[in-house]
């Protein structure tokens, strides 16, 4: 598939350009607190020429044989884009989770590390987060580790996802 730089590219989005569109896949989580899981997953990454990305994510569980069980995570936010590959991912989830990530975008590759979390009364406990985003060979990796209930900093998600 061929992927086009819109034309209102905003120029400190550039680092994260190849974000843009949708991406579908399958990835897996673990925590040292809840059973192993494989997942499907749909991320959307979409710009309007500020500099900035609107990010829409959806999951749900999948069974061995890859079909839906059931509905999962649901997160949004924004991806706001500085001078150098600087970004902040401003990020909202379905559990009564926000989130302020900081970070760095460069050659295919986006690294954030939470600055900020902050929950509802009814939210599980999670204090700090680490994720990254790869560009590798067309697909989208990511890796996101959480230190959670308890837990210390941890890999929690990881999945490969192709641009639809």
Same mark, same amino acid.
């Given at each position: &598939?061929?992927?086009?730089?819109?034309?209102?590219?905003?120029?400190?989005?550039?680092?994260?350009?190849?974000?843009? #569109?949708?991406?579908?896949?399958?990835?897996?989580?673990?925590?040292?607190? $809840?059973?192993?899981?494989?997942?499907?997953?749909?991320? $959307?990454?979409? =710009? *309007?020429?500020?500099?900035?990305?609107?990010?829409?994510?959806?999951?749900?569980?999948?069974? %061995? %044989?890859?079909?839906?069980?059931?509905?999962?995570?649901?997160?949004?936010?924004?991806?706001?884009?500085? *001078?150098?590959?600087?970004?902040?991912?401003?990020?909202?989830?379905?559990? #009564? $989770?926000?989130?302020?990530? =900081?970070?760095?975008?460069?050659?295919?590759?986006?690294?954030?590390?939470?600055?900020?979390?902050?929950?509802?009364?009814?939210?599980?406990?999670?204090?700090?987060?680490?994720? $990254?985003? #790869?560009?590798?060979?067309?697909?989208? &990796?990511?890796?996101?580790? &959480?230190?959670?209930? #308890?837990?210390? /900093?941890?890999?929690?998600?990881?999945?490969? /996802?192709?641009?639809?």
């Amino acid at each position: &598939m061929v992927f086009h730089l819109p034309d209102n590219l905003h120029p400190n989005c550039g680092p994260v350009a190849w974000l843009l #569109g949708t991406w579908r896949g399958n990835g897996h989580g673990d925590y040292p607190t $809840i059973e192993k899981f494989s997942y499907g997953q749909e991320l $959307i990454f979409t =710009h *309007d020429g500020r500099p900035f990305f609107h990010y829409m994510a959806r999951a749900w569980i999948t069974d %061995d %044989d890859g079909n839906r069980v059931r509905d999962a995570a649901i997160e949004t936010g924004f991806l706001r884009c500085f *001078d150098e590959g600087k970004v902040e991912l401003l990020l909202t989830h379905n559990t #009564g $989770i926000s989130e302020l990530w =900081h970070g760095e975008a460069a050659d295919g590759k986006l690294e954030l590390v939470t600055d900020a979390v902050m929950r509802s009364e009814s939210a599980k406990e999670v204090v700090a987060g680490k994720r $990254i985003y #790869g560009n590798v060979n067309t697909e989208l &990796m990511y890796a996101y580790d &959480m230190a959670a209930v #308890g837990q210390p /900093l941890t890999p929690h998600l990881w999945a490969r /996802l192709k641009r639809a």
